[in-house]
């Protein structure tokens, strides 16, 4: 079920008024049958999985206060990792692993058939798997309690916001919340629905208008030359955040709706003035989850520097992988973790001594600042290019050629913008430019909460406004949130 069809349109006012006609003592129970329901609508079947890696997760977290020997404990935690991450494994990575298998095989002489599974990738695996992951880790390391209600954790990992595409809760945010006293705020569910309507502004007018032109030069490359694919390029830079902040912003404020507060996902990340920096507004619910689960228990940076940077590296070629079974992400993950130690490298002692003399306001808006987000937004695209292209030898090949006719400015933009629909490019103009505006305000303030403030005239004027916006503009063919394959 998307967020953006007619199902997701009638399924969700029939859960928010059923959630809040039913006593407080039932409302979670109309959660978990929701969220089931709502994943159920994907694909029946794989319903035994989530259900699968529910139950692992809870039955360890009940096991583990009941051992004092730390060694068992451990043995525990390390068996519910495994479970989880094997059918992770077996669903998402298996085709590819044996591929590899085949290829290296290959190369020393060595034939060897495939084993054909045709399976399908269940909806946000990957998503609820490093959900049950934390909970375990947290409840081994003593930071929460295990719940005791197996139900009223099931509706915590199947919360149907957040289920398929994140962001991926913490325990201690997400579970207390479940069951806790709800009381409806006007004010909040407002505040959710206008953050839902932001989440569709940038997935239906922005990122599926865009996606019609990236997937025509990614898929047919030999049509297109020089300043095309750096259009091409910059347009799922573009596309590729707001389909998934969307995504994030229709998932919080849903969840508002319900009197459920979500992590934030997202801080405009492409004004961040390093890689480093960008990591902290990109995905934040992953790149924290990586940070807490895998960097710092492998030492972080309080090891020596080579060491640093090995960790640094693997924690980005997980989370590329972590994206999907290709080559294409992990090279993708592979290079954030070279820049990141480049960056520490070079700029990292700079870097500290500055920021401890400037304050992010004061740095906001200078012209440095604005160089440098130029230079980490340009690094970030050329990243994204492995990340879109079919393969790693297609990424290399359309950047390789993105510079061609360069020589000749003036022809090289005029055959790059001849290769797109003039009047598409002209219509998102104003689109990316408000988005961008948007998010240069959302670094110092909330721009919701902001426009809510103002005179009730202006206010009314800027809402519908932007809701004539939405339905003129908006491309309403349902095309699938980017992140729902991974």
């Not at 604005?370 to 970030?380: A, D, E, G, H």
Request: glycine residues 4%; contains cysteine.
């Amino acid at each position: 079920m998307l967020f953006n069809s007619l199902a997701f349109a009638i399924f969700l006012p029939i859960v928010f008024l059923l959630y809040w006609a039913v006593p407080q003592k039932y409302r979670w129970i109309i959660l978990l049958l929701s969220s089931y329901y709502f994943y159920m609508s994907w694909n029946v079947k794989y319903v035994v999985l989530i259900l699968f890696t529910t139950a692992v997760s809870y039955c360890s977290a009940l096991l583990l206060p009941k051992f004092s020997k730390k060694s068992t404990k451990l043995t525990i935690m390390w068996l519910a990792i495994a479970a989880s991450l094997l059918v992770l494994f077996f669903f998402k990575y298996f085709d590819f692993a044996q591929n590899t298998l085949i290829r290296v095989l290959q190369s020393f002489a060595i034939e060897l058939h495939p084993l054909t599974l045709k399976l399908l990738l269940p909806v946000g695996i990957s998503f609820y798997t490093f959900q049950t992951l934390s909970y375990v880790i947290d409840v081994y390391k003593g930071e929460v309690e295990p719940e005791k209600n197996f139900f009223r954790y099931a509706a915590f990992i199947s919360f149907f916001p957040q289920l398929v595409a994140g962001p991926i809760e913490r325990t201690k945010n997400l579970l207390p919340q479940i069951d806790s006293e709800h009381v409806f705020s006007y004010e909040k569910a407002a505040y959710g629905i206008k953050l839902m309507a932001w989440g569709f502004f940038k997935k239906l007018v922005i990122a599926d208008n865009l996606a019609v032109m990236v997937d025509a030069v990614f898929e047919h490359p030999d049509e297109y030359q020089g300043f095309s694919f750096v259009l091409a390029i910059l347009f799922f830079t573009i596309q590729i955040y707001c389909d998934f902040s969307g995504y994030s912003d229709i998932a919080i404020g849903t969840a508002k709706l319900f009197d459920i507060d979500l992590m934030t996902n997202f801080k405009s990340p492409y004004f961040s003035s390093s890689i480093q920096e960008f990591w902290r507004r990109w995905h934040i619910s992953l790149s924290s989850w990586f940070r807490d689960y895998v960097y710092i228990p492998l030492g972080g940076s309080r090891v020596s520097k080579i060491r640093h940077y090995v960790n640094l590296c693997i924690t980005f070629l997980l989370s590329g992988l972590w994206h999907g079974a290709a080559f294409t992400y992990v090279v993708w993950g592979g290079l954030h973790g070279m820049m990141q130690c480049v960056e520490n490298l070079f700029f990292g002692k700079k870097k500290k001594e500055t920021d401890r003399k400037q304050t992010p306001e004061r740095k906001q808006g200078t012209a440095v600042w604005w160089i440098r987000v130029f230079i980490v937004f340009c690094l970030v695209s050329m990243a994204w290019c492995f990340f879109r292209a079919g393969s790693v030898t297609q990424a290399v090949w359309i950047l390789a050629h993105s510079l061609q006719g360069i020589t000749h400015p003036f022809a090289y933009i005029k055959t790059g913008l001849a290769a797109f629909d003039k009047s598409m490019l002209m219509q998102l103009l104003l689109p990316v430019a408000l988005l961008g505006c948007y998010d240069y305000v959302a670094l110092s303030s909330d721009p919701i909460t902001t426009i809510g403030r103002m005179k009730k005239p202006i206010r009314y004027a800027i809402y519908y406004t932007f809701v004539f916006a939405l339905l003129l503009l908006a491309s309403f063919n349902s095309q699938e949130f980017v992140y729902f394959q991974f």
